[in-house]
C-alpha cells in the first residue's frame, strides 16, 4: 500500500505562485513513477506531468514554462511549482503513483487539494 498526502493548496490571485506537496508513504526509489493530475470545475481529470526517482520532471506541453515537478527523494516527496497561475488553473490536484506488481501496476491517488485562481 501507498498512502499519498497532499498539500499546499489554496487561493491565489492571477499571476501568482503555489508549490504543492505530495507526501508518499514509501520510498520513492521504490514507485515506479509518480504524477500530478488535475480536475477543473466540471471537467474530466488531467495530467499535469510525471517524474520518476531517477528522470527529470516531465510536464504536458501546454503547461510548460509555467509549472515544474520535482522531487525530494530523501523526504519521499513530489513537488508541483506553478507560476504564473491563471484562472483556468483552477482544479483540485492530485498526486498519483504507480507501484509495480507483478506484471502490471498498482495505482495510488491522494485525496487531492484545491486550487483556486482568482482576484
Known sequence: QVQLVESGGGLVQPGGSLR???AASRSIFTL???AW???????QR???GT???????NVVDSLK?????STDNFKNTVYLQMNSLQ???TAVYYCHALRVRGVGFDNYWGQGTQVTVSS
Do not use: A, H, M, W
Open 20 to 22: 504543492l506537496s505530495c
Open 32 to 34: 515506479y513513477q509518480l
Open 37 to 43: 493530475y488535475r480536475q477543473p470545475p466540471g471537467k
Open 46 to 48: 488531467e495530467l499535469v
Open 51 to 57: 517524474i520518476t526517482s531517477d528522470s527529470p520532471g
Open 65 to 69: 514554462g509555467r509549472f515544474t515537478i
Open 87 to 89: 484562472p483556468e488553473d
